[in-house]
């Protein structure tokens, strides 16, 4: 039967992060087919995030309240349903709120999968499957961008969505027939006061880094926007702290493995995967490449983060973890320093060492960061542990994309007015803001179109060698990080209800009776 948990676990993961990405090389699709603006193109990736990172702890704790099969089933049929809702959008609004409904149903699956293997596996078999999970969700974010291609390709962009209808169908049987139920018999009650302030405070701070890139640091809305984030993640923290039973129990973070195993899955998913956005834009706004196009030419990153979860999970029962998982995120950060430096007129191929060394970085970390996350906590807290690591992945993300956006669009427009000064740099500047790149020089006069596109060219190679470099700064801030706090001292034994994860202390031997 584990094995099937296995199964069902895989199916439901890979299919809600796909959609993290899958979006991207579909936007100019539904730009086009809804006339959606771009801030609205933005919030069609920021809805779902946004709302999967936000009650995922919720999530968890849920989970181990009212049985984590039942909240898993629960998430697999909202998810289902948002995908056919947003299959069937006829207007950008429909959509986004769409997107949201499919991050809360993910939520739900995403906080309960890990929990459900750490119930179902013990010793060497559950390594073994944190690190097909583990090279699931790399492989999942990773080959959006290939899967979405595929499929305009033979139909439209509808179906990137309506394609999670039947898989959601068949994953939810699977659950019902072969999952068994687990819970934690001592969990309180649902801590409404933290769910809603987390959610302010997640989603403030991911829609004031958003607003900022468009509206500048010092306009009234972005400062509002981000002090009540700010509040409310004191006001978070504060209600926490009074509840016997609060959704994050601090007592977690008691353990430094705690910290540095959040902090590290962090850097990941905001200096690696948030940069998958620019990539695409690259590839297909600056070198030309369609949807499938670009989507193959990110393959490789998919097949050298998939065949390195395997080496990482074999790793970790032989080295502490914090070695693996600091050798994981200096190895995703060379592989984006790697990206950096391309030049106007350069080739996918460029890109091509830095897609390969950071997708072995980021197959090495999946794997063990999840064991050091599940190996603080006994089997009837995998739950919280689960949504808390998964809550700081998919933060990382939304984050990552708003800051990094920021960025890019600094650089970028600076670049443009530098090179072209007056109102057609700033024209220029506003097209590169967009991640248009030279494509967006169509109304430009045939006789300055050339002239102009290689300044834009120029323009977004410098914005995505900024965001490159501070990914690259993130990933190895998360390895030193990991490295101070990841201890193997931290992690449960066997007697306390996991069986050891990579990495952990053998558990010390019963003392004969009297």
Same mark, same amino acid.
């Given at each position: 039967?584990?094995?099937?948990?296995?199964?069902?676990?895989?199916?439901?993961?890979?299919?809600?992060?796909?959609?993290?990405?899958?979006?991207?090389?579909?936007?100019?699709? %539904?730009?086009?087919?809804?006339?959606?603006?771009?801030?609205?193109?933005?919030?069609?990736?920021?809805?779902?995030?946004?709302?999967?990172?936000?009650?995922?702890?919720?999530?968890?704790?849920?989970?181990?309240?009212?049985?984590?099969?039942?909240?898993?089933?629960?998430?697999?049929? !909202?998810?289902?349903?948002?995908?056919?809702?947003?299959?069937?959008?006829?207007?950008?609004?429909?959509?986004?709120?769409?997107?949201?409904?499919?991050?809360?149903?993910?939520?739900?699956?995403?906080?309960?999968?890990?929990?459900?293997?750490?119930?179902?596996?013990?010793?060497?078999?559950?390594?073994?499957?944190?690190?097909?999970?583990?090279?699931?969700?790399?492989?999942?974010?990773?080959?959006?961008?290939?899967?979405?291609?595929?499929?305009?390709?033979?139909?439209?962009?509808?179906?990137?969505? &309506?394609?999670?209808?039947? !898989?959601?169908?068949?994953?939810?049987?699977?659950?019902?027939?072969?999952?068994?139920?687990?819970?934690?018999?001592?969990?309180?009650? !649902?801590?409404?006061?933290?769910?809603?302030?987390?959610?302010?405070?997640?989603?403030?701070?991911?829609?004031?880094?958003?607003?900022?890139?468009?509206?500048?640091?010092?306009?009234?809305?972005?400062?509002?926007?981000?002090?009540?984030?700010?509040?409310? $993640?004191?006001?978070?923290?504060?209600?926490?702290?009074?509840?016997?039973?609060?959704?994050?129990?601090?007592? &977690?973070?008691?353990?430094?493995?705690?910290?540095?195993?959040?902090?590290?899955?962090?850097?990941?998913?905001?200096?690696?995967?948030?940069?998958?956005?620019?990539?695409?834009?690259?590839?297909?706004?600056?070198?030309?490449?369609?949807?499938?196009?670009?989507?193959?030419?990110?393959?490789?990153?998919?097949?050298?983060?998939?065949?390195?979860?395997?080496?990482?999970?074999? &790793?970790?029962?032989?080295?502490?973890?914090?070695?693996?998982?600091?050798?994981?995120?200096? %190895?995703?950060?060379?592989?984006?320093?790697?990206?950096?430096?391309?030049?106007?007129?350069?080739?996918?191929?460029?890109?091509?060492?830095?897609?390969?060394?950071?997708?072995?970085?980021?197959?090495?970390?999946?794997?063990?960061?999840?064991?050091?996350?599940?190996?603080?906590?006994?089997? +009837?807290?995998?739950?919280?542990?689960?949504?808390?690591?998964?809550?700081?992945?998919?933060?990382?993300?939304?984050?990552? !994309?708003?800051?990094?956006?920021?960025?890019?669009?600094?650089?970028?427009?600076?670049e443009a007015r530098s090179l072209?000064?007056?109102?057609?740099?700033?024209?220029?500047?506003?097209?590169?803001?967009?991640?248009?790149?030279?494509?967006?020089?169509?109304?430009?006069?045939?006789?300055?179109?050339?002239?102009?596109?290689?300044?834009?060219?120029?323009?977004?190679?410098?914005?995505?060698?900024?965001?490159?470099?501070?990914?690259?700064?993130?990933?190895?801030?998360?390895?030193?990080? +990991?490295?101070?706090?990841?201890?193997?001292?931290? $992690?449960?034994p066997a007697h306390e209800g996991?069986?050891?994860?990579?990495? +952990?202390?053998?558990?010390?031997?019963?003392?004969?009776?009297?």
């Open positions: 039967m584990k094995w099937w948990t296995l199964a069902a676990v895989c199916v439901a993961t890979f299919m809600l992060l796909l959609d993290v990405t899958i979006v991207n090389v579909a936007l100019p699709e %539904i730009e086009r087919d809804l006339g959606a603006t771009l801030s609205d193109l933005q919030w069609v990736i920021n809805a779902y995030a946004v709302a999967l990172a936000a009650v995922l702890l919720t999530a968890g704790s849920l989970a181990d309240r009212f049985g984590r099969r039942r909240l898993f089933a629960l998430g697999l049929t !909202v998810f289902s349903l948002a995908s056919l809702a947003c299959g069937l959008s006829g207007d950008p609004a429909m959509l986004i709120v769409s997107r949201a409904a499919q991050g809360l149903g993910g939520a739900a699956m995403l906080a309960t999968a890990l929990a459900l293997l750490a119930d179902a596996f013990r010793g060497s078999d559950r390594a073994v499957a944190l690190g097909l999970w583990g090279a699931t969700t790399g492989a999942s974010v990773a080959i959006g961008p290939l899967v979405g291609g595929v499929i305009i390709e033979i139909a439209s962009w509808h179906w990137i969505f &309506l394609v999670n209808v039947p !898989v959601g169908a068949f994953a939810l049987a699977l659950t019902f027939a072969r999952v068994r139920e687990s819970r934690d018999p001592n969990a309180g009650p !649902v801590d409404v006061p933290g769910l809603v302030l987390f959610a302010i405070a997640l989603g403030g701070l991911t829609l004031g880094l958003h607003e900022a890139g468009e509206r500048g640091w010092g306009d009234p809305l972005v400062v509002v926007v981000l002090v009540t984030a700010a509040v409310a $993640l004191v006001l978070f923290v504060a209600a926490e702290r009074r509840r016997a039973r609060p959704m994050l129990d601090r007592a &977690l973070f008691r353990k430094p493995t705690t910290s540095g195993a959040s902090l590290a899955v962090l850097a990941l998913g905001g200096g690696v995967f948030a940069l998958l956005l620019f990539l695409v834009l690259y590839l297909q706004n600056v070198l030309g490449y369609d949807a499938l196009g670009t989507g193959l030419r990110l393959l490789p990153f998919t097949i050298a983060s998939f065949l390195a979860a395997g080496i990482g999970a074999r &790793l970790g029962q032989r080295v502490p973890l914090r070695t693996v998982i600091a050798a994981g995120l200096g %190895i995703a950060g060379v592989g984006l320093l790697l990206m950096r430096g391309v030049h106007p007129g350069g080739e996918w191929t460029d890109l091509l060492g830095g897609f390969i060394v950071g997708g072995v970085g980021v197959g090495m970390l999946n794997p063990t960061i999840t064991a050091a996350a599940l190996g603080v906590v006994g089997a +009837a807290r995998a739950g919280m542990a689960s949504g808390l690591n998964s809550t700081f992945r998919l933060a990382g993300v939304s984050i990552g !994309v708003a800051a990094l956006g920021t960025l890019f669009k600094d650089v970028a427009g600076s072209v000064p007056g109102p057609a740099g700033e024209r220029l500047a506003e097209a590169l803001s967009s991640g248009e790149g030279p494509r967006a020089l169509a109304s430009v006069p045939p006789d300055r179109r050339e002239a102009m596109a290689r300044v834009a060219e120029q323009g977004f190679l410098a914005g995505l060698d900024a965001v490159m470099l501070a990914g690259a700064l993130a990933c190895l801030a998360g390895a030193v990080i +990991a490295l101070a706090l990841v201890r193997r001292r931290d $992690l449960v996991l069986a050891p994860l990579p990495g +952990a202390a053998p558990a010390p031997e019963a003392s004969p009776p009297a």
